[in-house]
């Protein structure tokens, strides 16, 4: 049976990840600063409270694991620097390498990178305004990803909403070719999941739309 980690499992797509794995039979570590939030107990789950860059933490997290989803979110419209996805993205690397944990799925989102500007211009113009350090922080997060060792997939999703699965998602590696569009978080966290259990899209950036 399948043991998976996902940082930052209490709502969004995180938690649609979390549900989509549950059903799939997996057993599930999940780190959340608020937990309750999500309002899932699950025989097959256990929940670690706290920061994602607590190293201790983390390391009692993925504890026995196969693979690690890193779904965290950050603030909405700072203009402070944002930080949480660079700074916990490299104490989870630090734990994988200790404990020997190979399977890296990371969450982006369409605009980081070679994608910047491709989500049109009402979707360019909110990220701007709303989420630029975030964007940046995503950016420098990638980086590490890249650079080491894992076998990792990094996902971009568009637009995110809070529809039902539909399914048919379109997954579009080559960011010549995205115009944009959206997704439901729930799509998202299947194919999340269809990621890890079929080794799909491995050193891969793709974009997720329909």
């Known amino acids: 049976m399948?043991?998976?980690?996902?940082?930052?499992?209490?709502?969004?797509?995180?938690?649609?990840?979390?549900?989509?794995?549950?059903?799939?039979?997996?057993?599930?570590s999940a780190?959340?600063?608020?937990?309750?939030?999500?309002?899932?107990?699950?025989?097959?789950?256990?929940?670690?409270?706290?920061?994602?860059?607590?190293?201790?933490?983390?390391?009692?997290?993925?504890?026995?694991?196969d693979a690690v989803a890193v779904t965290l979110s950050g603030p909405v419209g700072s203009n402070k620097p944002v930080t949480i996805f660079s700074e916990a993205m490299q104490t989870i690397l630090t734990v994988m390498n200790r404990l020997g944990i190979k399977r890296l799925v990371f969450l982006s989102?369409?605009?980081?990178?070679?994608?910047?500007?491709?989500?049109?211009?009402?979707?360019?113009?909110?990220?701007?305004?709303?989420?630029?350090?975030?964007?940046?922080?995503?950016?420098?997060?990638?980086?590490?990803?890249?650079?080491?060792?894992?076998d990792w997939t990094i996902l971009r999703p568009g637009r995110l909403t809070n529809g039902k699965r539909k399914g048919n998602i379109k997954v579009i590696v080559n960011p010549a070719e995205v115009r944009g569009g959206s997704i439901s978080r729930a799509d998202v966290g299947h194919y999340l999941c269809s990621c890890i259990r079929d080794g799909l899209n491995m050193h891969q950036l793709p974009v997720l739309i329909y």
């Open 2 to 28: 399948t043991r998976i980690a996902i940082i930052g499992a209490s709502k969004g797509c995180g938690l649609e990840t979390l549900k989509a794995a549950l059903a799939l039979g997996w057993n599930v």
């Open 31 to 65: 780190v959340a600063r608020n937990p309750d939030q999500a309002g899932v107990t699950h025989p097959n789950l256990a929940w670690y409270k706290g920061d994602a860059r607590n190293e201790l933490l983390i390391e009692q997290a993925l504890q026995g694991c």
């Open 109 to 150: 989102g369409l605009g980081a990178g070679d994608t910047k500007g491709k989500g049109g211009f009402i979707y360019s113009l909110f990220h701007s305004l709303m989420l630029k350090r975030n964007y940046e922080d995503k950016e420098r997060a990638e980086a590490l990803i890249m650079k080491s060792h894992k």
